[in-house]
């Protein structure tokens, strides 16, 4: 990706945050979608007390570690956190309590991280893929960091391809400059996680995609988790 594609995506990833760290439904929005993860990675055998590495936590700062119990958390982005200030002052204690649960570095996971290798038992990887430079780098970076026998916990936004070819020759197309847009260089199908994964040294172990038929007709985006093991 050129530079100047990638720092504009960045300001706008900025704005938006921006305007969810002052906004009491986004921020509780985005606090019930990582529920959802959580949840997820749970119900399929993840330790709730592992160390863990999250790689594009984004600037709220909050995910697997701020809901779950961890002997160890650190939360990865190239943006700086943000204080929240939506002007509710329980809310905002509520969150600051859950960003503190998480040690938040700032840095470019898509190169090498001041970490150790092989050093923690989960990495999470949230709806990060299509935001970021380079899927299989930021992927790469993970597997480096994570012990023989961990896992990542991964979720991305995919179309079917009807879905796909509507949004890369008509909404990019058409909304050049929508935010939304410019702040996902990067879509795929479902179909290429596998191959996007194995690239990088992960193997899918499960996955649920609850688009459903109806949704991915439409063209519509829909989330699919999985949680992989490094081969």
């Known amino acids: ?62 995910g697997w570690s701020a809901l779950t119990s961890t002997t160890r958390a650190v939360g990865v982005d190239p943006l700086a956190r943000l204080a929240i200030s939506t002007g509710d002052d329980n809310v905002d204690r509520f969150v600051t309590d859950l960003q503190a649960r998480t ?15 092989a050093s923690f038992d989960l990495v999470v990887c949230d709806n990060v893929v299509d935001h970021t430079q380079s899927p299989r780098a930021i992927l790469a970076e993970g597997r480096r960091l994570v012990r023989s026998d961990g896992r990542l916990l991964f979720s991305v936004n995919v179309f079917s391809a009807i879905g796909l070819m509507k949004w890369r020759h008509l909404t990019r197309r058409l909304h050049p400059r929508d935010p939304n847009v410019l702040c996902h260089p990067h879509s795929f199908v479902e179909g ?12 899918i172990l499960v996955t649920d995609a609850p688009g459903g038929s109806m949704r991915r ?8 988790r999985a949680i992989a093991r490094p081969i």
Do not use: C
């Open 1 to 62: 990706m050129e530079t100047s594609t990638w720092e504009e995506a960045q300001k706008n990833e900025l704005a938006v945050w921006q305007h969810t760290v002052s906004d009491v439904a986004d921020v509780l929005a985005e606090i019930a979608e990582t529920a959802t993860l959580v949840q997820f990675g749970t119900l399929h055998g993840l330790a709730a007390s592992a160390t863990v590495v999250e790689l594009g936590i984004g600037p709220l700062g909050i």
């Open 103 to 117: 040690v938040f570095l700032q840095a470019d996971a898509t190169t090498r991280l001041p970490l150790d290798e």
């Open 192 to 203: 290429a996680l596998r191959g996007l994964l194995s690239g990088a040294g992960w193997q």
């Open 217 to 224: 007709a439409a063209g519509h985006s829909y989330r699919v």
